[in-house]
């Protein structure tokens, strides 16, 4: 922040970016849970208490009752039409050529437990891609 409007006392915001930030901003720290770099872990011990509304109000964790990820997104690709499906494999070719080798295999397996071809496609687009970006 501007010295200006730092505050007196420090604080610990996990907040990234935004305006008048100054300082080293966590630099390339990564700022999202899960990952892969085990940063940033989850804490339930600090969950917000119930809110009583009509009724107790609590933290909804999608994890204990959604464990299917993929359907949705392989349904989506098989409705696309070829063409459709041609912009989605490049678009995604050109956001995650510059990724790590790491990040591009782990995106393919995602896909592909999707839909085969939808793994397929992306391997295909990302394998053009950095073939003409060397």
Request: glycine share 6%.
């Amino acid at each position: 922040m501007i010295p200006v409007s730092a505050p007196k006392c420090p604080f610990h915001s996990y907040h990234r970016d935004g305006a008048m930030r100054v300082d080293g901003n966590y630099g390339g720290t990564t700022s999202y849970e899960p990952n892969r770099h085990s940063e940033w872990q989850e804490q339930p011990d600090y969950s917000e208490p119930p809110l009583a509304i009509s009724g107790d109000a609590q933290k909804f964790d999608f994890r204990e009752d959604d464990h299917d990820y993929y359907s949705q997104p392989g349904n989506l690709f098989r409705m696309f039409s070829t063409e459709e499906k041609q912009r989605l494999l490049e678009n995604t070719a050109r956001a995650l050529g510059p990724a790590s080798k790491v990040v591009r295999d782990r995106h393919v397996a995602n896909c592909t437990k999707a839909d085969a071809a939808y793994g397929e496609g992306v391997a295909r687009a990302l394998e053009a891609f950095l073939a003409e970006h060397k």
